[in-house]
T-cell receptor, first 115, second 112 residues
Framework: EAQVTQNPRYLITVTGKKLTVTCSQN?????MSWYRQDPGLGLRQIYY???????DKGDVPEGYKVSRKEKRNFPLILESPSPNQTSLYFC??????????????FGPGTRLLVL | LAKTTQPISMDSYEGQEVNITCSHN???????ITWYQQFPSQGPRFIIQ???TKVTNEVASLFIPADRKSSTLSLPRVSLSDTAVYYC?????????????FGSGTRLQVQP
């Protein structure tokens, strides 16, 4: 089954304790992305990756890091989490063909609470 | 990047047709328009996508006028299960740097 998986689904942590949220897709997609969702703000892109070893900032990259060492994985790293990073996080992937049509497939979400 | 504007919320009744309009005045030549649906605590789900004129699939239609500065998502005969947030997304398939940005979303409430 084609899917995007995220782990963990729920996480409670404390300020300053480094954490990683994993994201994996089994569709051989080149493009992957991380979003955060906050009430009243919709979805905002944090980082994206066009392919292995190619990453770039989205709209709200501060406080986050990413890496793309393998095509299927795109972990989101919070080196020193702060309470303002409490949010619902979504990973997404898509192919990047020459056609304009594209569908982003989203993971189930990771709900993070930073105390 | 083209910024999008949508109504914050809409109400409808079961069986009615719902039209949600998205404005994207600064859409670029290579940009396309995509609509997603999101239920609470779930990831967004693709509904429909288009570049110009009209596109129809099994769940919705997308109308895009000639100037492409707006688009309208049409949901025929909605049901209670169509209650969700609908996002309009404008993005480009240009090679090189790309960052997709979601609009603010429209919360659709369908009542019996």
């Amino acid at each position: 089954e084609a899917q995007v998986t995220q782990n963990p689904r729920y996480l409670i942590t404390v300020t300053g304790k480094k954490l990683t949220v994993t994201c994996s897709q089994n569709m051989n997609h080149e493009y992957m992305s991380w979003y955060r969702q906050d009430p009243g703000l919709g979805l905002r892109q944090i980082y994206y990756s066009m392919n292995v070893e190619v990453t770039d900032k989205g709209d709200v990259p501060e406080g986050y890091k990413v890496s793309r060492k393998e095509k299927r994985n795109f972990p989101l790293i919070l080196e020193s989490p702060s309470p303002n990073q409490t949010s619902l996080y979504f990973c997404a992937s898509s192919s990047t063909g020459t056609e304009y049509q594209e569908t982003q497939y989203f993971g189930p979400g990771t709900r993070l609470l930073v105390l | 990047l083209a910024k999008t504007t949508q109504p914050i919320s809409m109400d409808s009744y079961e069986g009615q047709e719902v039209n949600i309009t998205c404005s994207h005045n600064n859409i670029a030549t290579n940009d396309y328009i995509t609509w997603y649906q999101q239920f609470p605590s779930q990831g967004p789900r693709f509904i429909i996508q288009g570049y110009k004129t009209k596109v129809t699939n099994e769940v919705a239609s997308l109308f895009i006028p000639a100037d492409r500065k707006s688009s309208t998502l049409s949901l025929p005969r909605v049901s209670l299960s169509d209650t969700a947030v609908y996002y309009c997304l404008v993005g480009t398939m240009d090679t090189g740097r790309r960052a997709l940005t979601f609009g603010s979303g429209t919360r659709l409430q369908v009542q019996p």
